[in-house]
């Protein structure tokens, strides 16, 4: 295999090079590829196209397994069959290359992609391409090497760096956009609205939709449902709904993205409301409308709502309920303690229950503390993850039940299941701060842990008990209670407070629900310092102010 593949590098040099003799690699093809079924070279368009989805077939499989020598192989059959200047597959190739640590090959195969592009054109589509297939870190080298991108080529990257997840990069290339001599258009704004609002970063998001006025970029029902979704993301519920009623809102999405805005501030009445505004203008609501008004119902227990909502989608709209439908359902009877309708729903569903459905019954099952009926919801989910183990453990802890909490800790370490590190982030200056439980890497963590500390023992002498019944293991309340004390959120909130005036509202994010103690404890810290706390986790926003809460106690 050593000699195969030595010999199969030494060919790939070759082809990287338009003089070469490509037959000669094509000769010590790998079994792998021997048996794909390749067509000859008139086979016509459908024969074509089969032949370039096995290419990239091969190429996946290749990543997948880091199988450099196929890899090879299948670049000297690029190359012969015509295939040499196909944007996606040279992007796959150069993928693999990447992923098999064949850096030779690699930087040689982008010298190749820009020798051979005739244009800005041909580059845009090696960096698309690379993007969708989630290598941001590939495409932006590539972009990185672009003699002179165009608009296209700055939308490309940007789209994907959000595409992917990447969205403070994306900020960080709309930033030095805005420094070239071109212009953004529309697109980019869609693209950095988006990014703004999965980071809840208001004074972001401030400053892109003021630029985006000041370049008189005309709004389309695209950049409205964008802006509405962007500001009820950053904690900005009324500013969206400012904008909603200003838009002529003739497109769905629109008003799609309000409803869904107050679903996720706990806003119910408010996005019902919006719904009967959208039928008195002949609207015609689709399936997304449908799955925002049940998760409206869901935060606020609005059961005969949600119940109404399911049965007129199908009833006066002819739409069927879709998986989605199904999971609000579940989640909105789950959360109001209705496990067993819940769990009947699930047995009379039309469609396989997948994952999110079986999760929501197991969040459920951790609320009420039904351990018997969480059992049955994990066992239908193929591979759990360390959340789905979590969500049983909890269940468990809250009943003390101490041996099967251990027993779900034990499976986890056995097939070396991780648990899901909660983070936490705030804006400060339009700056993103990023903390992690039991955080040690922020610059001024010695500052933050003793400012936490200092709010710790001030909500002790108010009378504050740490909440400590779900904490994953069976040791002293004092053992417990330092655990709980380094969640992300806390870290962040401390930081907040450390950097800002008194009476500065603070908004927090959090990839993950927000856990019983550190819901109280904010509570309590809001009423103390007399501050506006708003904290977005994975379900909802929770605005804490004056000691109380937005979610009425009900998340």
């Not at 064949?102 to 580059?123: E, K, R, S, W």
């Not at 449908?290 to 399911?310: D, M, T």
């Not at 003390?400 to 251990?406: F, G, H, P």
């Not at 990839?511 to 379900?539: A, E, G, P, Q, T």
Request: hydrophobic share 40%; glycine share 6%; with cysteine.
């Amino acid at each position: 295999m050593t000699r195969m593949i030595q010999s199969g590098v030494h060919g790939a040099k070759k082809l990287l090079n338009r003089s070469a003799d490509s037959r000669a690699v094509i000769n010590s093809t790998t079994p792998q590829l021997k048996k794909l079924p390749f067509t000859t070279s008139n086979g016509g368009p459908a024969a074509t196209d089969r032949e370039h989805q096995t290419l990239h077939h091969v190429l996946k499989s290749c990543k997948l397994s880091l199988d450099s020598a196929t890899a090879i192989q299948t670049h000297a059959r690029i190359i012969t069959r015509g295939y040499g200047t196909y944007p996606s597959l040279l992007a796959s190739l150069l993928a693999v290359y990447k992923r098999c640590g064949c850096v030779t090959l690699a930087t040689q195969l982008v010298d190749h992609i820009f020798n051979c592009a005739n244009g800005v054109n041909f580059l845009n589509l090696v960096i698309e391409s690379l993007m969708r297939n989630g290598e941001c870190d590939i495409a932006k080298r590539v972009f990185r090497k672009v003699p002179s991108p165009d608009l296209v080529t700055w939308n490309t990257v940007i789209g994907g760096c959000v595409r992917n997840e990447r969205f403070q990069e994306a900020l960080g290339l709309f930033r030095k956009l805005l420094r070239s001599d071109l212009e953004p258009d529309g697109f980019t704004f869609s693209s950095v609205i988006t990014a703004c609002a999965r980071l809840g970063a208001l004074h972001n998001a401030q400053r892109v939709h003021c630029l985006m006025m000041k370049k008189r970029i005309e709004l389309n029902f695209i950049l409205s449902a964008a802006l509405i979704d962007m500001y009820s993301k950053c904690g900005r519920v009324q500013t969206a709904r400012e904008i909603f009623d200003a838009d002529q809102h003739n497109d769905v999405s629109v008003w799609n993205a309000m409803i869904n805005g107050l679903a996720i501030h706990g806003l119910a009445l408010d996005a019902i409301e919006i719904f009967s505004e959208m039928e008195m203008d002949n609207v015609l609501p689709d399936s997304i409308t449908f799955v925002a008004l049940l998760k409206a119902c869901g935060h606020c227990n609005l059961v005969e709502e949600g119940r109404k909502y399911f049965d007129l989608m199908t009833s006066r709209y002819s739409i069927q309920p879709e998986i989605e439908h199904y999971g609000a359902m579940v989640d909105l009877l789950g959360r109001a303690g209705l496990l067993e309708e819940a769990y009947a729903t699930i047995k009379a569903m039309e469609v396989e229950p997948d994952v999110v459905i079986w999760r929501a019954l197991l969040s459920a099952c951790r609320t009420h503390k039904n351990p018997e009926l969480g059992e049955v919801a994990i066992a239908n989910i193929s591979r759990p993850k360390s959340g789905d183990y979590v969500l049983l453990s909890n269940t468990y802890c809250s009943i003390k039940r101490w041996d099967s909490a251990e027993r779900v800790r034990e499976m986890m370490k056995k097939q070396r299941v991780r648990k899901n590190q909660g983070k936490s982030w705030l804006e400060l200056e339009g700056m993103i701060h990023q903390f992690r439980a039991a955080d040690q890497t922020h610059p001024e963590i010695k500052s933050i842990y003793r400012m936490l500390e200092a709010l710790i023992q001030r909500t002790k002498s108010e009378g504050f008990m740490p909440v400590t019944e779900l904490v994953l293991m069976d040791v002293s309340e004092e053992e417990k209670e330092g655990n709980l004390n380094c969640h992300s959120e806390k870290l962040a909130l401390a930081y907040g407070i450390l950097k800002t005036s008194p009476g500065t509202e603070i908004r927090i994010s959090k990839n993950l629900r927000i856990c019983h103690d550190c819901h109280c404890w904010i509570k309590m810290v809001s009423r103390l310092l007399n501050r506006v706390i708003i904290v977005r986790d994975r379900i909802r926003f929770h605005h804490f102010e004056g000691g109380t809460c937005s979610c009425g106690e009900y998340w």
